[in-house]
T-cell receptor, first 119, second 115 residues
Framework: AQKVTQAQTEISVVEKEDVTLDCVYETRDTTYYLFWYKQPPSGELVFLIRRNSFDEQNEISGRYSWNFQKSTSSFNFTITASQVVDSAVYFCALSESNLKIQGAQKLVFGQGTRLTINP | AAGVIQSPRHLIKEKRETATLKCYPIPRHDTVYWYQQGPGQDPQFLISFYEKMQSDKGSIPDRFSAQQFSDYHSELNMSSLELGDSALYFC??????????????FGPGTRLTVL
């Protein structure tokens, strides 16, 4: 069965510090997707990134970067020079491929990491 | 760009009442999903539809039902509401074609409070 673990329940840092959010996943599939979503205090879920299981290339988008390592089943997320607006709950999620099901597969979320950036 | 639309945004019901939540997916998206997020919890998958047919089912109570209509909008019907049904209900949609294949984009959610 698939499982996502975000061991860090809460993180609090001072503005401009770098912060890394950890995500470890379990799956028996060889083909799967990994995602990060941001949930600000307003409550919506904002898509940040998707990674295919066959693409281990790390990605950088502005102050955000992601490190995907299949060898350790991890997909970590780093925010560089954090800002107060980065304060939110961040969810890591996994979806497997299932040829028996039409369309994309359900997301299995981790428990979320509440990130607080203090001014 | 158009996003997923959910209505209503807030809903207050009494125990044992019925509620209907609506979702309008992003145009040309072929799959719709429903998730339930309790306070302080991660979102839990309820049910999904691909091209108007139910494609997968999660931990959705028998009191809940959902469908997708010919215009691709979806409705989640909840009957005999219980206090424990109070949660944020998300709808998401995705497409099976293009560069963002299978990425789920979420609506703003409907916050249901059962009194």
């Amino acid at each position: 069965a698939q499982k996502v673990t975000q061991a860090q329940t809460e993180i609090s840092v001072v503005e401009k510090e770098d912060v890394t959010l950890d995500c470890v996943y379990e799956t028996r599939d060889t083909t799967y997707y990994l995602f990060w979503y941001k949930q600000p205090p307003s409550g919506e879920l904002v898509f940040l990134i998707r990674r295919n299981s066959f693409d281990e290339q790390n990605e950088i988008s502005g102050r955000y970067s992601w490190n995907f390592q299949k060898s350790t089943s991890s997909f970590n997320f780093t925010i560089t020079a954090s800002q107060v607006v980065d304060s939110a709950v961040y969810f890591c999620a996994l979806s497997e491929s299932n040829l028996k099901i039409q369309g994309a597969q359900k997301l299995v979320f981790g428990q979320g990491t509440r990130l607080t950036i203090n001014p | 760009a158009a996003g997923v639309i959910q209505s209503p945004r807030h809903l207050i019901k009494e125990k044992r009442e019925t509620a209907t939540l609506k979702c309008y997916p992003i145009p040309r998206h072929d799959t719709v999903y429903w998730y339930q997020q309790g306070p302080g919890q991660d979102p839990q998958f309820l049910i999904s539809f691909y091209e108007k047919m139910q494609s997968d089912k999660g931990s959705i109570p028998d009191r809940f039902s959902a469908q997708q209509f010919s215009d691709y909008h979806s409705e989640l019907n909840m009957s005999s509401l219980e206090l424990g049904d109070s949660a944020l209900y998300f709808c998401a949609s995705s497409t099976s074609g293009g560069p963002n294949t299978d990425t789920q984009y979420f609506g703003p959610g409907t916050r249901l409070t059962v009194l």
